[in-house]
């Protein structure tokens, strides 16, 4: 027993050394497996507002390539105006507006924090639950998608990014629907790897990728890189795809939260057909 | 007494603020990235207690992890850091020993002391940190090339930074 003290006794910085690494990767881990709302992350008080007056001051640095980001927007969205279409045909034609539902809605949100030279990136959105912000919602920016909604606040949330080892988008080919999945090899933050495209697919360079639609965050079709190389390499199945991301992520400095209103269904739907058939 | 009390405080504040607004905006080449923030668990005195140091790293690893969304990445790297450091000192020290009250800096100690401080304790680091940040060890030299272009970067601004407050010391 004495022996046993003396032993920990001698040993007492090493044995506080490996607590505090215990406790250490005890918070990696919680963070990588747990979605929810932690205290200890960028969507609290203090970092939140620190994060929050910085880019207040930054803002102006990018306020060309934001407002260049904008005027694009704005003319695609024109173009898709009613006011843009011309009647083909002169007869009376009835129109159902009632068949439509509103399915997405988006909410204006500005990045207060974001990092694309890690290989987890996050990003801090200067709104939270108070803005109707929850766990799981998709991000898109000026042009494709940004990340999905991690922890939410009150005043803030925190996004992983597409540049996420971690983080798998499904998207299709907007040519062929042939679908994939979206995911970051940790490289370089304008290019992104397509997974599971069988290899008698045509291709070719500069072919558009959209999202898919089916994990019903994201709208369809929605435009979200350009396909830069591919080639399937010696006994696979499956392309390799490097793809060109259409947003900048060092210049994100507005983006859109996609809330779908009828995710809760979709989501009753697969949990039911998960646990057997009741 | 007093001097401490308030200069390490606003140190480990200075450093945290000046890695998260600024050097993790900057980018060299794909993922590279400079951590000055280190720093400041080197220039820590000598003499402070080794549990003490341990903890004020974990400290200062958790500041940095709570604004990049990394939780308890950097902590980890910090308390590695912190667990070495005694024994690097003791590797690194002079025949007859420390002086007491003398810091660990360039102008103390000169600069071949410093370098081989800051370079083996930065290499470490990184090493750690971005081994961490992987979680595999699949992709084992691309990730230590990393760690070590990293590791550059670090040097050149902690030498900067060294240069800089070495000739407000020697004022004083």
Redesign the interface.
């Known amino acids: 027993m004495r022996n046993l003290i003396a032993f920990i006794r001698k040993y007492s910085f090493f044995f506080l050394f490996v607590g505090v690494e215990a406790l250490a990767f005890y918070l990696i881990l919680k963070n990588n497996h747990f979605q929810g709302s932690s205290f200890l992350n960028s969507t609290n008080k203090v970092a939140g507002g620190i994060y929050s007056k910085y880019s207040d001051l930054t803002e102006y640095v990018n306020l060309k390539e934001v407002n260049n980001d904008l005027s694009n927007e704005n003319k695609l969205l024109r173009e898709n105006q009613l006011g843009s279409f011309v009647k083909v045909f002169s007869e009376n034609i009835i129109v159902k507006d009632t068949i439509y539902k509103r399915k997405y809605l988006y909410t204006k949100a500005k990045v207060i924090n974001n990092s694309t030279n890690k290989q987890n990136n996050y990003l801090t959105l200067s709104i939270g639950f108070n803005n109707g912000v929850k766990n799981g919602m998709g991000v898109i920016g000026p042009s494709g998608i940004v990340g999905v909604v991690k922890d939410v606040s009150a005043n803030y949330s925190s996004v992983v990014s597409v540049l996420h080892r971690e983080s798998k988008i499904s998207v299709k080919l907007k040519k062929s629907d042939y679908f994939g999945s979206m995911q970051w090899d940790g490289e370089d933050y304008r290019l992104t790897v397509l997974k599971d495209i069988p290899n008698h697919v045509l291709l070719t360079e500069g072919d558009t990728v959209v999202t898919s639609g089916y994990s019903s965050i994201f709208p369809e079709g929605l435009p979200t890189a350009i396909i830069k190389t591919f080639e399937v390499p010696e006994g696979e199945n499956f392309y390799e795809i490097k793809m060109q991301l259409l947003n900048d992520f060092r210049q994100l400095t507005y983006v859109y939260v996609v809330k779908n209103n009828t995710s809760m269904e979709v989501k009753q739907l697969e949990s039911g057909r998960e646990n057997g058939d009741d | 007494m007093i001097k401490t009390f308030i200069t390490y405080p606003l140190q480990f504040i200075l450093f945290v603020?000046f890695q998260?607004?600024i050097l993790?905006?900057?980018?060299l080449g794909?993922?590279?990235?400079p951590y000055l923030y280190i720093l400041f668990i080197l220039w820590l005195p000598i003499e402070w207690n080794?549990?003490f140091v341990?903890?004020i790293s974990?400290l200062l690893?958790?500041s940095i992890?709570?604004?990049?969304?990394?939780?308890?990445?950097h902590?980890?790297a910090c308390?590695?850091l912190?667990?070495i450091r005694?024994y690097l000192l003791n590797v690194l020290a002079p025949r007859d020993g420390y002086e007491l009250n003398v810091p660990p800096t360039a102008g103390a100690l000169g600069w071949v002391w410093f370098l081989q401080y800051a370079t083996i304790g930065v290499l470490l680091h990184h090493s750690f940190l971005f081994f961490?940040?992987?979680?595999r060890f699949s992709e084992f030299f691309d990730t230590l090339g990393r760690a070590l272009a990293s590791t550059i970067f670090s040097l050149i601004m902690i030498i900067l930074v060294q240069v800089f407050s070495s000739n407000t010391e020697d004022r004083r």
């Open positions: 603020l998260v607004l993790n905006n900057i980018q794909g993922t590279v990235n080794k549990a341990l903890g974990f690893g958790l992890d709570v604004f990049t969304d990394t939780m308890g990445m902590a980890s308390v590695f912190g667990f005694p961490v940040e992987v979680f």
